[in-house]
């Protein structure tokens, strides 16, 4: 839930002003940041039952996965259309990851933890918004908007791998006959 609040925000927040500097228009801005509000919003509906049927470590991956497809997007696109589509998949990926990263939150602790460690998420997740908000036009200034997607699509595959390392199987001996395990 962080990665992708931090992803989000700091692609979504410096693109106004990337698209402003390039010539774009209020309505080219308006319908690029309307578009991303759908991708965050409009397939909830989905993005539960996805959750529901597969997990919430799927679901969160496959948020992963698509925040970095949309950063890359992001960082090649050139004009509103291209843009748009880049920040309506930054949205949804950010959906992906936030549905599944609630839903294992309310299902995976127990009752007495979810209290503290929802409110722990939260100050996080918030915490690195207004930084990651902060710092991306610093960035956007510094190396440009493509060079704070590419840094932010790096940050997404970095999470996801981490995170498919971590659930990787261990590799277990067969047992034999006797319960006992071979080579």
Known sequence: ???A???MVAVMTAAPLD???HGDGLGAVGMTLSAHTLGMFALSPLTGRMTDRYGAHPVI???LAVLALSTALAAVATGSPG??????????????CFVGGSA???RDLPEAERQHTEGAVDAAVWTVAAAASL???AVLSAGGYAALAWASCAGALAVAAGQVRRRAPLARPEPDGRGIGRP
Request: proline share 0%.
């Open 83 to 96: 843009r748009a589509a880049a920040l309506f998949l930054l949205g949804y990926g950010w959906n992906l």
């Open 61 to 63: 991956l496959a948020g």
């Open 1 to 3: 839930m962080v990665t």
């Open 5 to 7: 609040q931090v992803v």
């Open 104 to 106: 294992r939150l309310a």
């Open 135 to 137: 710092l991306s036009t």
């Open 19 to 21: 698209m402003h500097l």
